[in-house]
């Protein structure tokens, strides 16, 4: 078996299926579209060469930065609620809590929903007229804050960001509790003997040695807010006045519903290196330290 494994034709057999289906289905559609946000076309005929335009552009378009500013303040949110809360549950449910196992799938299982059915779901909650907590709200004594939740300019963004911190709060728990799991027992167990508290224990050892798993989740989150799209589309459709727009819902209404192909794909060019840039900078910020 060994002498299969270190021969180069047949790694190169096992990793050309991979190879060709990650070029035609990531590498080919980004140069694609790295071409298209060159042009001034409308998605039917020839297109006219017009170089940055589309990006000089796009920099100067209101709408662009505030899209932007709300993948931000997604990413600012998954990063400072989020991933704390699925850290805390990872390390309590590390620390061979009763009924670890019957948590762990409970809070996997809103990772296992199809995101749409998430908004649909959340968008009856949120309903103003028989969603579910508004009625909470007017049974508790609190019929004053009862309000169109998704329909508001204050409260639109801050409602759509909660069922994606429903959804994936369990999915980063799942990572960390991996990590978590992943520590030696024995240098655990030095730590009791040395009489260090379980905080001591979790933030001293248990924290530095699931650096690697962290990262992990940062990217994954951090890139998961950039590229949000489907539930923003269903719950709000980046409604209203635009004060849930992301740049990806902005990038589908302006190839599909005004026909502006070019300046679609400039954005969609703009979502990719934005990702990769925070990917490596998170990647370098961890190396660092």
Same mark, same amino acid.
């Given at each position: ?73 997604? %990413?600012? /949110?998954?990063? @400072? $609620? ?5 850290? *805390?549950?990872?390390?309590? +449910?590390?620390?061979? !809590? ?57 409260? %639109?963004? /801050?409602?759509? @960001? $909660? ?5 994936? *709060?369990?999915?980063?728990? +799942?990572?960390?509790? !991996? ?111």
């Amino acid at each position: 078996m060994n002498s299969v494994f270190s021969n180069k034709g047949t790694i190169a057999v096992f990793v050309l299926p991979t190879l060709i289906l990650f070029c035609g289905i990531v590498l080919i559609p980004i140069f694609v579209s790295s071409y298209y946000s060159l042009l001034d076309w409308n998605g039917v005929g020839r297109g006219t060469f017009i170089g940055l335009d589309n990006y000089v552009e796009m920099f100067k378009d209101t709408r662009v930065l505030n899209s932007i500013k709300n993948s931000l303040l997604f %990413a600012g /949110a998954s990063v @400072f $609620i989020q991933l704390p809360i699925s850290l *805390v549950l990872a390390l309590i +449910l590390a620390s061979n !809590a009763k009924g670890e196992g019957f948590y762990r799938t409970v809070y996997f299982i809103p990772v296992l929903i199809s995101t749409v059915v998430i908004a649909q779901l959340w968008s009856k909650i949120y309903n103003a007229d028989y969603g579910l907590l508004n009625v909470l709200l007017q049974n508790i004594g609190l019929a004053h804050w009862a309000q169109d939740w998704l329909g508001q300019k204050h409260t %639109a963004l /801050a409602a759509s @960001f $909660i069922p994606t911190l429903w959804q994936y *709060v369990g999915y980063h728990m +799942l990572l960390m509790y !991996a990590g978590a799991k992943s520590v030696s027992q024995d240098v655990l167990e030095a730590a009791r003997m040395d009489g260090a508290s379980r905080l001591r224990t979790a933030w001293s050892i248990m924290i530095p040695l699931m650096k690697p798993i962290l990262k992990v989740s940062l990217v994954f989150s951090v890139i998961g807010a950039f590229k949000v799209f489907d539930l923003i589309y269903v719950l709000t459709g980046g409604g209203p006045f635009y004060t849930t727009e992301v740049p990806s819902t902005l990038m589908y209404a302006t190839i599909f519903d005004t026909f502006r192909y070019g300046y679609g794909s400039a954005i969609s060019v703009f979502i990719i290196v934005e990702c990769l840039v925070c990917t490596i900078l998170i990647n370098s910020l961890f190396k660092t330290e």
